[in-house]
Every structure is written in C-alpha cells, then in structure tokens.
C-alpha cells in the first residue's frame, strides 16, 4: 500500500519520537473512522523479494513499505519487564515506577482512549541481546481488546512472547492469552505464540475492525511454529494482514472472514531463514475478502474457501516463491491441494501460480477460474465437482489459429502447456454451443493447447483435453 505522510505530533511521552497520520486508500486514520480493512476490497502489497538475503529480520522490515500510526500520543516501552506497577488503572508516567514496560503502556493507552503510539527504547530492544518480552497466559494481566493503538516495534528488534504454564493438554477456555486489535496496528515486531496452549477458542491474535498487521513474525521466530496445535492462531475480520509477514502457528494458521484482506504474506514459511514451518493449513477463508501477492507454503492445504461469498484469490504462489524457486515443506513434500473451495461465487485468479505441485484447485460449486499459471501439477490442474459446465472441445490448432466447440454457452480461456494444463494464457473468446468457436492467436510450436470454459452462472470447467500444435 502506497501512503501519504501527514500531520505533526500532538504529545508524546518518552523519549522524542515523530507520531504522524497516514493516508492510505479510502480512509484516514485515525482508527475509529474504519469499519473494514483500510485498503479491502482493492489492496495490493508485496512479500519482499524472495531471493534476497537479509540479515536477520529487523533488516528485512526496513525494505518493506509498511503504514504509519497516527497522531496522538506516543508512549516509549524502556523495559523487557511485564511488571503493572500502576495497576490496570495507569494513566500517567509517573504511576509507572522507574520504567514503562508494555503491559503498563496497554493499560494506560484503554484508559485515556487512543489514538496512542507504543514504540521501544532501540537501546533496550537491540539486535545483539534480542530480549523477550514474556506474558504469562495464566495470569493475563493486559487488557484483552487493545483499541485505536499502533503498537509499532519497526526502529527496534521486539520479541513479544506468550507462555502458558499450566497443564498443556488442558483446554483453555478462560484467560487463554489472546489479544483482539480493534482499529490498531501491529508493525514490526516478533509475536510468539504459546506452543503449549490448547486454546478451545482457536485463536491467540484477533485482527479486526479496520486493524492491520504489517512486517510481523506471527507464530514463528524464524524457525519454528509456535503453536502447531491450534485452530486459527490469527484472527482476520474486516481487517489487513500484510504485507510482509511470516506467519506459522496453528494447524490452520489465519482464518479470515468479513471484508477482509490477506495481502503480500508468507504464510508457513519465513523469508529470512528461508525455512519452512510446518503449517497444515495456512490460511481457512469464512466470507467476502481478498487475498492476494501472498506466498503460501502448508503441508496439506494452502487456501481452504470453506464459504467463499464473493472472496477473490489472485497473485499468489503455492509451492514456489516469486523467483520461481520451489519451496519444499519440512515433512510432507509439496502440498497434497494449494486451494480447496467447499462452496461457490468465489474467483480465482487472476495471476496466481501452480507450479510443480500435487493437485492445484479442488473446487465444489461454482467458482470462477481465470488466467491463472497453472503447470505441472502431478495429480491435478483443476478438479471440480457439481454444478460446473463441461470443458470445451477443441478441433484444429495452429500457430496462428484455435477452433472448437462447447456444450453450454460461455466464455473460453486457451493456454499453451507442456501437458494438460495451463501454463501460459493465450487469450479468451466466446461461444454460443451451437456454432464452432475460433480464437486467433500466436500459438507456440510443439506444446499442447487446453481450453477451460466459464458458464454463464460463472462456474468454470476443468482443462479440455490437450491438442498437439505442430
């Protein structure tokens, strides 16, 4: 997202850091005047470039073109302690004790009433130490919904760590460690999830309400996931994930739903290590939203559309990063389905890749399918059952000509493959299913050309039968 810095500080409190608004899209902060994701539904982001190296992760941040906070009041976090010397009641620095550590920020920020800016003392919050700022789940001593705050860690090296001590077979269903955002921000910072935890409500982070969460490690410290037994370890309604996170935790790890927008991530794999994270299901869909320019990496599922409702799926990789490179997950190779979509009116595409994977699109419903990179895939190209037209039939190909027919009216889609499937786009035409249909074209020599055919309902078919061009 391209946004336009604006005004100058109303107070800041600390240390003398510059608190300024940002215009991005439709909206202005600050956060209150938000109801969806900020961007939704015309967001575009980029995970960073996947075949640089960086140093660790803080250097990672600072290629990556994430939103500002707004103005307001900006608090300075000077401790690695969770310690609430003021009590849940802290409204000044002077209740903090000798230090301000971030469970008094967060209290103090819910008490006056935002917007607030919480940063961290970069000579306390180093690259070198790499301090851990540890919140104990069984004893929550934070305010479980965090409104119209920007909790920015971009300038320092922020780990924020929840552990569960209690029994970690137990069901939690009361204190369980979790933070909602309502019309926040999140930017920067590492937030580890508790490995332990058997949350009964699935989830540690609740993005929501307008929040975004930028240039994040969710679940992972670059090396491991943090929380391989929960459902849903993020969160995502009416807000934006992205872009440039690295995000494990979960058997499922980002379950979205309401308006929202999935934008420029790497979920189940983290750019800087290079390392996967053992992910089952990276991202669960439940309602209208975009994702999109993300690079998804699971060991089974990577985009599960349970209940799609007009939620669109373009510019992504499955499998491989955006140099091409193929990602191999760290137990059970390429995934089994990049995309499974339980219901219809959904889109996928355009521009998304499926490249050298198990089985690209499993679709149940009508779902539209639309230029997509798709090549390769052992078992599967697209796969689709119910209501969905037949696949077209082509007659005579060429090097500058395709022909053919189809059952029920609609729109063709041609691709050029080594195969069966679609690995370039050639162009789309109509037909009527009662005259032949014809598309000129550059074709390439000795590759095969497929069709697919969209209906009028926008249900799309599976790839024709491929046709040798000479």
Not at 41 to 69: F, I, K, M
Not at 165 to 189: K, W
Not at 359 to 366: E, F, S, T
Request: net charge negative; aromatic share 8%.
């Amino acid at each position: 997202m391209r946004c336009r810095y604006q005004a100058p500080p109303r107070a800041i409190v600390g240390l003398g850091i510059l608190a300024v608004a940002v215009s991005c899209g439709r909206s202005t902060l600050p956060f209150r005047d938000l109801e969806l994701s900020p961007c939704w539904p015309n967001c575009s982001a980029t995970a960073g470039d996947a075949d640089q190296v960086w140093d660790d992760w803080h250097d990672y941040v600072r290629t990556l073109e994430l939103p500002t906070c707004a103005p307001g009041t900006t608090l300075v976090i000077t401790s690695t302690d969770s310690v609430l010397d003021g009590g849940p009641g802290i409204t000044s620095l002077a209740e903090a004790g000798a230090t301000l550590s971030f469970v008094e920020a967060l209290w103090w920020s819910q008490n006056i009433g935002g917007p607030f800016t919480i940063r961290f003392d970069p000579t306390v919050f180093t690259d070198v130490a790499t301090p851990h700022i540890l919140l104990d789940a069984s004893q929550q001593n934070w305010p479980e919904t965090i409104a119209s705050t920007c909790i920015d860690g971009r300038n320092a090296t922020v780990v924020i760590e929840v552990i569960n001590p209690r029994d970690p077979l137990a069901m939690c269903s009361d204190h369980c460690g979790n933070f909602t955002l309502d019309h926040s921000q999140l930017i920067g910072v590492t937030w580890l999830t508790p490995y332990e935890s058997r949350n009964l409500f699935g989830w540690h982070l609740a993005i929501m309400n307008g929040s975004q969460v930028a240039g994040c490690r969710l679940g992972t410290d670059g090396l491991t996931n943090t929380s391989p037994a929960t459902y849903g370890s993020f969160q995502l309604g009416g807000a934006t994930l992205g872009p440039g996170n690295a995000i494990g935790g979960g058997t499922w790890a980002v379950a979205a739903s309401g308006a929202f927008a999935l934008v420029g991530n790497y979920l189940g794999y983290d750019p800087v290590t290079r390392t996967s994270l053992s992910v089952y299901i990276a991202a669960r869909i439940q309602g209208p939203g975009l994702v999109a320019d993300n690079v998804f990496l699971a060991n089974d599922i990577q985009c599960w559309v349970s209940d799609p409702l007009n939620a669109t799926v373009r510019n992504n990789w499955f499998g491989r990063n955006p140099t091409g490179t193929t990602v191999e997950p760290s137990s059970t190779g390429v995934s089994s389905s990049n995309i499974v979509v339980a219901a219809g009116n959904g889109v996928i595409g355009p521009d998304n890749k499926f490249i050298g994977t198990t089985r690209a699109i499993d679709v149940v419903g009508p779902v539209h399918i639309t230029r997509n990179v798709i090549t390769g895939n052992t078992a599967l190209g697209i796969g689709v059952s119910g209501d969905s037209p037949s696949p077209p039939t082509i007659t005579a190909a060429t090097t500058g000509l395709i022909t053919g027919t189809c059952t029920v009216p609609g729109t063709l889609e041609l691709f050029s493959d080594p195969g069966d499937q679609g690995e370039q786009y050639l162009g789309s035409t109509t037909c009527d299913a009662i005259n032949p249909w014809t598309l000129v074209t550059s074709v390439p020599r000795e590759r095969n050309v497929t069709a697919t055919l969209t209906d009028l309902s926008n249900a799309t078919s599976t790839f024709s039968a491929p046709f040798a061009v000479p």
